[in-house]
């Protein structure tokens, strides 16, 4: 990872952030380190599950990709280690993946 020390921490970790199969990763170089993280989906800001119509792709929390399908999304936040940083997302998934994940 090369750190744009003219940008924001968010911009470089945005940047430098893979998902996998529900996982983040950052990289850093040629190597990739997985990231702690908790999920806030209860707090200011964030939003219970709702229908959505998947008209363009779309990954969803399992790694599956969605499209011209209905779904499911929600907004919540991303805390990065210690809480220093917060990132809002937004999370798709089909009917299946909520009966299967127990968050």
């Known amino acids: 990872m090369a750190i744009n020390w003219g940008r924001s921490i968010g911009w470089n970790l945005d940047n430098n952030i893979v998902t996998r199969n529900g996982n983040?990763?950052?990289?850093?170089?040629?190597?990739?380190?997985?990231?702690?993280?908790s999920?806030?989906?209860d707090g200011a800001d964030s939003y219970?599950?709702?229908?959505?119509?998947?008209?363009?792709?779309?990954?969803?929390?399992?790694?599956?990709?969605?499209?011209?399908?209905?779904?499911?999304?929600?907004?919540?936040?991303?805390?990065?280690?210690?809480?220093?940083?917060?990132?809002p997302e937004t999370q798709y998934a089909t009917a299946f993946d909520l009966l299967t994940h127990d968050d």
């Open 48 to 87: 219970p599950w709702r229908e959505y119509f998947a008209i363009v792709p779309r990954t969803t929390i399992s790694g599956g990709r969605i499209f011209w399908e209905k779904a499911y999304k929600r907004k919540v936040w991303v805390v990065w280690g210690t809480g220093f940083h917060m990132e």
């Open 24 to 37: 983040y990763y950052m990289r850093w170089g040629d190597k990739e380190k997985k990231l702690d993280y």
């Open 39 to 41: 999920i806030i989906k």
